[in-house]
């Protein structure tokens, strides 16, 4: 099944071009968004302990004079520097030169003990924008709501919330993205799940301007004449100023529709001390942080990573470059991956995606296995830019332990279905399950794709794993595939190819909290896993501004039984249960080879098998005497037309979607209060993989 199948330009294909000019602006809808009442009433304790009077302690004598010797030789001495380090660290190469221009220069230059002599790479501190700056910096726009900002060479802005940003003058960098003046405009979301996100002024020009004339001219549209006579006093040839929007999408108001998340994009209880308040940004959305928060921060061998790998993706590389990233949960790989892409989008105008990692997709829902193009920046965590890929296969399960030939036959036949004349870079997102069979999965990875560049995440001085470089692949032991065994004539066997060679790059992450769950509200694996799945539903909404409606309140389509099989891809279910499996469950919309027939009743797969997936549906109802399935899906009629397999796995709805159905009355659809766990097998079955196979141990 090929969905959305790009189609290719005959001709040599541009592989590397600055394709940032052809993202052309387009206007902008704001609307008016009420602060949530939590930071409303922090707002309104700020204002009121701003007009308390403070308590000044008066010296009990005179003020003693300076001598001028101590005059002249403090102003003779050391100055301090107006851009001052703030404990932040975010994600800087050197940007006084073209993008990435000496990167491969200064990875060369690394010794053999990680150490590295050249400070072509060193990180660019800057200083935070924080307190009395973003009066001075920031100013109302004229429409409500909306904000003009100036900002100074290397100044950051660290935030909680959502906004439009739109570059007028230079340009700001974000999450490895640098988003030009004349640019269209980019949506940010910052939510409390996730590190906050940061807003970079490279403010680098490479021609002479009337900086205050022009950036006059440009506010003129947006500001007031007060407001912009103080703001133009701020710029010159090095600043750079970013207009702001409020950001309400159907995403959010979904979202926000739920107790539990209406909090979603407000700074969690742990960063209510550092928000800066009452500030011309809150009443768009934004919540500024101090630089006691530390926002993203990436260690040097991370920036000499990417340097590298997007200089070779520059260079004269044999085919398209097969970027792999694996190491351990939480270390930092999706993080990673998001910088990469941002950072190739600045040359190229799309990247191809693999996602191998089921139980933190990135584009999709879990339980999937899929091969995206990615054409625009990820400026957000996953459930803000669900997208339909290419070709995905529905795996139904956030992990690949129970059927490990299954999950690699998935991402062979992904694989297979790209275009081999494609040049774009390729990014492969692996399992953290780099132990026993996990580790053997990423062996045979390596060889059956081909890698040019493995990225591998740790941390701290303990070795996760062993590094996977190509002479310690060589002699590893793959699940499906062995070391390469050699004959008396010197010749590989036909089973085994030669093996290549391609580039191994460590990462040292360095970041708080480093290879441990977040255990914050919405930062929990599971938790995000649902996020990214409302994020799906919400397509289901309304794209013109109003209120929320439910699920039960959208008008659902009606599939017929004989037309479409039914199966579950996790565990056995008898045929006469299947209806009630299937009633008010998630479903992969899915397209089997062989055509469906049916003898007059339902269609049930006595073993669901992995098959091309189109989408998802909930299945809302089931009409047995009418052989009727209700189907509520985002996915476009025309690809339904496609789907003869519906199939269920263990990734099932949030609860959330079942417990807050307003406008009901009497008994709640789906819901019972009339269920006891003490019954064996009542509750779901959890298995403790913390044991390991003495063969693992190194036990005989």
Request: net charge positive.
């Amino acid at each position: 099944m090929k969905v959305n199948r790009n189609t290719q330009v005959k001709g040599k294909p541009q592989k590397w071009k600055d394709v940032r000019s052809k993202r052309c602006r387009y206007s902008i809808k704001s609307s008016d968004l009420n602060s949530t009442p939590v930071m409303a009433k922090m707002i309104k304790e700020h204002q009121v302990s701003v007009k308390k009077k403070p308590s000044v302690k008066r010296l009990k004598n005179k003020p003693k004079t300076v001598p001028e010797n101590k005059k002249n030789s403090s102003a003779s001495g050391f100055k301090k520097s107006e851009s001052q380090a703030n404990g932040c660290s975010t994600f800087a190469l050197d940007d006084e030169k073209e993008d990435f221009q000496d990167c491969r220069e200064s990875s060369e230059s690394v010794h053999a003990n990680g150490m590295e002599t050249s400070e072509e790479t060193e990180e660019v501190q800057g200083s935070r924008l924080e307190g009395e700056a973003l009066h001075h910096c920031a100013q109302r726009g004229n429409q409500q709501n909306r904000a003009v900002l100036v900002m100074q060479k290397n100044q950051m802005l660290c935030f909680r919330g959502k906004c439009i940003v739109t570059c007028l003058y230079g340009r700001v960098e974000v999450m490895g993205f640098t988003i030009d003046e004349g640019q269209k405009s980019y949506p940010l979301f910052s939510p409390a799940s996730h590190c906050p996100l940061t807003i970079r002024a490279l403010g680098h020009t490479d021609y002479v301007r009337d900086d205050r004339t022009e950036a006059s001219n440009i506010l003129e549209d947006y500001l007031s004449p007060a407001s912009r006579k103080k703001l133009v006093k701020k710029v010159t040839s090095t600043s750079s100023i970013i207009l702001l929007d409020p950001l309400e999408t159907p995403l959010t108001r979904f979202l926000s529709s739920f107790t539990h998340l209406s909090e979603l994009f407000s700074p969690p209880v742990s960063e209510f001390m550092s928000a800066v308040l009452d500030t011309p940004l809150n009443g768009l959305g934004m919540i500024p942080l101090a630089s006691t928060i530390e926002g993203l921060k990436t260690s040097r061998s991370c920036r000499d990573a990417l340097g590298t790998v997007v200089s070779a993706c520059k260079g004269d590389i044999d085919g398209c470059a097969v970027i792999l990233v694996c190491g351990i949960k939480n270390v930092g790989k999706s993080t990673f991956i998001r910088i990469l892409i941002n950072t190739l989008l600045n040359h190229t105008s799309n990247v191809d995606y693999l996602e191998g990692d089921l139980g933190q997709t990135e584009f999709t829902p879990a339980g999937c296995l899929s091969l995206s193009t990615v054409k625009e920046p990820l400026l957000g965590p996953p459930f803000t830019h669900q997208l339909t890929p290419d070709h995905m296969i529905y795996y139904g399960q956030p992990s690949c332990e129970t059927d490990l030939d299954g999950y690699l036959e998935s991402l062979k036949s992904l694989w297979r279905r790209r275009p081999q004349s494609r040049e774009m870079p390729v990014i492969i997102n692996t399992m953290g399950w780099v132990k026993g069979f996990g580790f053997q999965l990423l062996v045979d990875l390596i060889r059956f794709l081909p890698v040019t560049h493995v990225v591998q995440l740790s941390h701290g001085d303990t070795t996760q794993c062993p590094s996977l470089t190509p002479e310690f692949l060589r002699t590893a032991q793959g699940y499906q595939t062995h070391p390469p065994t050699q004959t008396s004539l010197n010749e590989f066997t036909e089973s085994h190819c030669p093996p290549r060679t391609y580039t191994h790059l460590s990462v040292q992450s360095e970041f708080q909290g480093v290879a441990r769950q977040g255990t914050a509200k919405h930062q929990r694996s599971n938790e995000q896993r649902e996020l990214s799945l409302l994020g799906y539903l919400s397509q289901l909404q309304s794209p013109d501004p109003g209120p929320v409606r439910p699920l039960h309140t959208l008008t659902p389509y009606q599939v017929p039984n004989t037309a479409v099989a039914l199966g579950v891809i996790h565990c056995e279910v008898a045929p006469s249960h299947m209806f009630y499996a299937a009633n008010a469950s998630l479903v992969g919309l899915c397209c089997l080879a062989e055509k469906v027939t049916s003898k007059g009743g339902p269609v049930i797969l006595s073993q669901a098998t992995l098959c091309p997936c189109v989408g998802f549906g909930v299945l809302r109802g089931i009409d047995i005497a009418q052989g009727l399935y209700f189907l509520l899906t985002p996915v476009d009629p025309s690809i339904l037309r496609k789907v003869n397999c519906l199939l269920m796995g263990a990734i099932s709805l949030p609860s959330c979607i079942l417990t807050a159905q307003p406008g009901l009355e009497g008994e709640m659809p789906y819901v019972t209060a009339d269920y006891s766990f003490d019954l064996t097998g009542a509750g779901k079955i959890r298995v403790f993989k913390g044991l390991m196979r003495p063969s693992l141990m190194g036990v005989q």
